[in-house]
């Protein structure tokens, strides 16, 4: 058991509080870099991947986890950023320009997406972000001169300083370095005013506003930031994938990051990329299931889907804090062992009240 | 004589067909506490939510300090000075209390989004003195032992004294309390007492409340204001207000 | 002429719209859920009848009342095992186990061997019937779905209007705890309206099989349906069939007179615009929180 004696300010704002957080992750830091080495081309590949859908699960969980404005649309931002990018990138931009350019594109559609947000909530803006993730697709399908439409858009590899990546190993350090920065802010984010004001906007508007939180700057910054960080994940999802088309940012992508962010775990930076790790692993852990199946089942097209559905619904019913939940809890035994009890974590029993006064 | 901090004239709203505030008018001195009775449904907590701005008033005029508040957003009222605490409780519940009382300094942030992203030694320097600021609230309210709880468990009692708390942490001019003692048992209505007269000697912020409970507002005010049925009956030190024929009759209705 | 043809397809789509978000609204009213399996249920009720006509040999209008009562019994299930245990929880992880259900559901179905990805077609009585009126030339199902809709909304009307069931699912919907004290069976009522919901989308799914063909991608036809709910107005019922007519008419409209591309989106620009006039919708309650 640990116990924290603070006798400093300094200790409760900094990142890493105390002598076996600043360990471990320093362990995983080391294990992060060292990565290249240890795992093979296809592991190496993957683990850009989950880099990448880390930074859209930050993303996700800073507009729905932190502030509360849930987004059904979220794909949108992904296409907007990862066709931003290839068309810069074929017209010779030098990188770092070429993802900024993204990024403050897809912040820029972000506020626009975000405006319905002043006037309207809840379900009135999830149904509005949906609509958004649908017109922005179909302007992608639609503008072909530009896009490529539905036949795609070739992209070539990134190349910084002249340099191409195409190497999995250059290019998983590139995206290790943008998670690790996209994750650095959103933290920074969060022990600061402004994500607090984000928390404050999601638990009560009114009492928000007395304290002067001016609710639709924020929330715009909110949707700015959010679809800023997923135009990041979506100019390195264009280098990665190397061909994009429409159908990859339609709403089915959109609810499966929604799927991914709360499987991981809501309200927490862990779990963003808790969820990136899950949606990864999800196909590789069902093929590696199928052989020992009976073969009507191991062939259906549908296994993935229904699996998914079932993890989701499980973790809904039975732990609803998410990957990170189980991880916290398991953490917490250790640390309080012998002391932990089945209560600790026991949720009381609730009943529903009514979101519609809120 | 202080100067009028707020002055309230001829303030009227409607709602629907109901007349909620007709023709309020006061002016509340700069350091006194003034505390508006009256049965419910008075619309005590209808003249608050007009000074909060989060209502507007069919006719009338707020001036805080000479600055006309009907000119001012919801949001920046803060800003002025003024703090509020809610009469069903609207606290943060996701966040710790630390947290809660952190948002309510809010109008005293001096970064912007650009720095706080990068984490500068600016945004550092000003966390800490944010810190130190809401660990005087803490201090005075006795909140150390749940400094770090979700207030989502909190008991109702502790939940009642973080949101003043919260309040508090503003440092305001002008402090809005809504039932202050409503649901709280005798100890923590006593402490509640001392708080507020606490708050008017040592901080020197000026208290316009809205109380049921008539002891504590024997105790603690310095002027009464009585409402019924949205207009004001009565004005006086606490005695004079409580032998008002008018609020006898409110409350217990007339001799028969 | 051709107008007023369009019109009546885009009417007959607008029922179905209407259709699926009624059962949006009912679970809304009763629960505040969002529930997004909403047109999975559709392809389910499709797909019941399809097995009720195919496998059992029933004729049309007894398959008709053998799906609907199926999906009653599965919103039933789905309220009892899935949703009870988690109600009190956040409305948002609430509408993410409906997602997971509609996900689960699309991918069961095409798992079992007999249907997998492919389209059927559900033999349908009326299928290649025409009536004309006046000069213009309907199919017989369009005729069909508009109809059945009049009736099912009159029977819901009567059923909500007649009988305290409304006003016992507006209170739960309002303050749960007070509507246990005030001996309403929230439960039990809560299971009702699943099933009611789950058979509404049943009927839609039935009128729909002749239109678009029984298959596993149904369902994303619900994802319009909620334009149609919001521009009616959340928490509407007749909102809801008057924003899916809403939709359905521009939906046909702008198939027809603008180029490609805007049919699909069409809603979605309505729905927008909607929420920038009148962000509650056209029937839809303001409601305040009075502080």
């Known amino acids: 058991m640990r116990f924290l004696f603070k006798t400093d300010y300094g200790q409760d704002i900094r990142l890493l509080k105390h002598g076996g957080q600043r360990f471990w992750y320093a362990l995983l830091g080391i294990a992060l870099i060292a990565a290249p080495w240890a795992l093979s081309e296809y592991q190496l590949a993957q683990a850009s991947l989950i880099c990448i859908y880390g930074i859209v699960g930050l993303g996700l969980m800073l507009l729905t986890g932190y502030t509360g404005l849930v987004s059904i649309g979220h794909a949108a931002f992904l296409g907007v950023g990862a066709y931003a990018e290839a068309i810069l990138a074929a017209r010779g931009w030098p990188l770092p320009l070429s993802f900024a350019a993204a990024v403050l594109l897809s912040a820029a559609v972000g506020v626009v997406v975000g405006l319905p947000a002043l006037r309207v909530r809840g379900i009135y803006l999830a149904i509005a972000t949906l609509a958004f993730g649908f017109i922005v697709e179909e302007i992608i399908t639609r503008w072909e001169a530009l896009t490529g439409g539905n036949s795609g858009l070739p992209v070539a590899a990134a190349s910084l300083f002249g340099r191409a990546l195409d190497t999995t190993a250059e290019f998983y350090f590139l995206s290790l370095a943008c998670a690790a920065l996209a994750a650095l802010v959103v933290i920074n984010l969060l022990r600061s005013p402004t994500g607090r004001a984000f928390i404050a906007i999601r638990d009560s508007e009114i009492s928000a506003q007395s304290m002067g939180i001016h609710l639709a700057r924020y929330k715009t910054v909110s949707f700015a930031l959010s679809a800023a960080l997923t135009g990041l994940a979506g100019a390195l999802y264009a280098h990665k994938l190397r061909f994009l088309s429409p159908d990859q940012f339609t709403v089915i992508q959109s609810i499966e990051l929604l799927m991914m962010v709360f499987i991981g775990g809501i309200g927490s930076i862990h779990g963003a990329f808790l969820g990136a790790i899950f949606i990864i692993a999800l196909p590789q852990a069902i093929s590696g299931v199928r052989p020992l199946l009976p073969q009507a089942l191991a062939s259906a097209a549908g296994l993935q889907p229904t699996v998914f559905g079932l993890i989701l619904i499980g973790f809904i019913l039975f732990e609803p804090m998410g990957l990170y939940g189980w991880w916290f809890k398991t953490r917490t035994y250790f640390s309080l062992f012998p002391f932990y009890r089945r209560g600790t974590f026991k949720r009381r029993k609730a009943f529903q009240k009514s979101e519609r006064l809120r | 004589m202080s100067a009028a901090l707020l002055q309230v004239d001829r303030l009227s709203v409607q709602f629907g067909g109901v007349k909620a505030v007709s023709n309020v008018g006061f002016a509340l001195r700069q350091g006194e506490v003034l505390t508006l009775i009256g049965p419910n449904g008075a619309g005590k907590t209808t003249v608050f939510n007009l000074i909060s701005r989060i209502y507007q008033p069919a006719s009338g005029a707020i001036a805080l300090d000479g600055v006309d508040l009907l000119r001012v957003a919801p949001h920046r009222v803060a800003a002025l000075g003024v703090a509020r605490t809610f009469q069903n409780i609207e606290l943060f519940e996701n966040a710790t209390v630390l947290q809660n009382l952190l948002i309510g300094c809010h109008t005293h942030r001096a970064t912007n989004v650009w720095q706080e992203l990068l984490f500068l030694p600016a945004v550092r320097r000003e966390e800490r003195k944010l810190r130190e600021r809401v660990e005087q609230v803490i201090d005075l309210l006795d909140l150390q032992h749940h400094r770090d709880s979700l207030v989502a468990g909190l008991p109702y009692g502790v939940r009642k004294v973080v949101e003043l708390g919260r309040a508090l942490a503003a440092q305001p001019r002008l402090l809005l309390l809504d039932e202050p003692s409503s649901g709280l048992n005798v100890e923590e209505t006593d402490d509640m007492a001392f708080w507020i007269q606490d708050i008017r000697d040592d901080l020197g912020v000026t208290v316009l409340m809205v109380e049921h409970d008539m002891s504590l507002v024997s105790r603690v005010s310095d002027r009464v204001l009585a409402m019924n049925q949205g207009e004001l009956i009565a004005q006086g030190t606490p005695a004079e207000v409580q032998a008002h024929p008018a609020v006898v009759e409110a409350y217990l209705g007339k001799a028969a | ?291």
């Not at chain 3, 007999?114 to 005729?143: C, K, N, S, W, Y």
């Not at chain 3, 508009?146 to 739960?172: D, E, S, W």
Request: aromatic share 10%; hydrophobic share 60%; net charge positive.
């Open chain 3, 1 to 291: 002429m051709q107008l007023l043809q369009i019109l009546v397809s885009g009417a007959s789509q607008g029922c179905i719209y209407g259709l699926i978000a009624i059962g949006f609204v009912l679970i809304y009213k009763a629960t505040e859920t969002v529930n997004f399996a909403q047109g999975e249920l559709m392809m389910l009720g499709a797909f019941a009848g399809l097995a009720a006509a195919t496998l059992l040999g029933l004729p049309y209008w007894a398959a008709f009342l053998a799906a609907v009562g199926a999906l009653a019994l599965f919103g039933l299930a789905a309220e009892r095992v899935v949703l009870r245990p988690i109600l009190g929880q956040p409305a948002f992880a609430i509408v993410m186990v409906t997602i997971g259900i509609g996900y689960m559901a699309r991918g069961l179905i095409t798992m079992v061997p007999a249907i997998g990805t492919d389209t059927h077609a559900l033999p349908t009585p009326f299928q290649d019937e025409l009536v004309r009126l006046g000069g213009l030339v309907i199919g017989m199902e369009h005729v069909v779905v508009i109809g059945t809709t009049v009736v099912l909304c009159v029977l819901l009307f009567a059923l909500f209007r007649l009988t305290k069931v409304g006003i016992a699912m507006q209170a739960a919907s309002q303050n749960q705890l007070a509507a246990y004290y005030m001996g309403i069976p929230v439960r039990r009522l809560n299971g009702f309206i699943w099933a009611i919901s789950a058979a509404v989308a049943a009927v839609a799914g039935i009128l729909l099989a002749p239109i678009t063909f029984v298959h596993a991608n149904m369902g994303f036809i619900g994802l319009k349906a909620f334009p149609a709910a919001v521009i009616g107005g959340f928490g509407s019922l007749p909102g809801a069939i008057v924003g899916g007519l809403i939709i359905g008419l521009v939906e046909a409209l702008a198939g027809f007179y603008l180029p490609e591309g805007f049919k699909d989106t069409a809603a979605y620009v309505v729905v927008l615009l909607m929420l920038v006039v009148k962000p509650n919708g056209l029937f839809g309650e303001t409601m305040h929180k009075k502080v």
